[in-house]
């Protein structure tokens, strides 16, 4: 499993604790920066993220800045992107079985046990074959594919 990493300057601490114990747990991980606390601007970091996993590659991406707001925001400017911003393992579980996330952003104060359960089960969670939710995925694809972004 790829999992893609990106972080402004206040989510890089977190994102260098995560990304040394997603590989204990044998996970791929391809950090595109931030590589420091120097100042950034997030949407470049997220723009980036959100092309490698339409382009397919990373399976997953996962965007840390202060708020995790911001990267959510921006990275739902990505065509294909569904990032939803959570804080816990309820809300990522609801995110990928209702709305097929594939891209989570977190705060910069998600604690690292929190973070990982979260990132977790973000991957083992399936998309519901309800047809409810099925249907939206499908409205949401064919307004991507008749809108210019």
Same mark, same amino acid.
């Given at each position: ?13 977190? %994102?260098? %604790? ?33 092309? %490698?996993?339409?382009?397919? @590659? ?22 294909? *992107? ?11 579980? *609801? ?33 519901? @074959? ?15 594919? %008749?809108?210019?972004?």
């Amino acid at each position: 499993m790829k999992l893609g990493i990106v972080s402004d300057h206040r989510g890089y601490q977190l %994102k260098e %604790k995560l990304k040394e114990e997603l590989k204990k747990k044998n996970y791929q991980i391809l950090d595109y920066g931030t590589n420091s606390e120097e100042s950034v601007d997030y949407p470049d970091f997220a723009f980036l993220l959100g092309k %490698k996993v339409v382009e397919k @590659e990373v399976d997953y991406g996962i965007a840390l800045c202060g708020s995790g707001i911001g990267m959510t925001i921006a990275c739902n400017k990505v065509k294909g *992107i569904r990032c939803g911003n959570v804080n816990s393992v309820e809300q990522v579980k *609801i995110a990928k079985n209702d709305d097929n996330i594939n891209m989570i952003a977190l705060n910069e104060n998600t604690q690292l046990e929190n973070a990982l359960n979260i990132i977790d089960t973000f991957i083992t969670t399936k998309f519901s @074959e309800i047809e409810r939710y099925q249907r939206r995925e499908r409205k949401i694809k064919e307004y991507e594919d %008749k809108h210019e972004y």
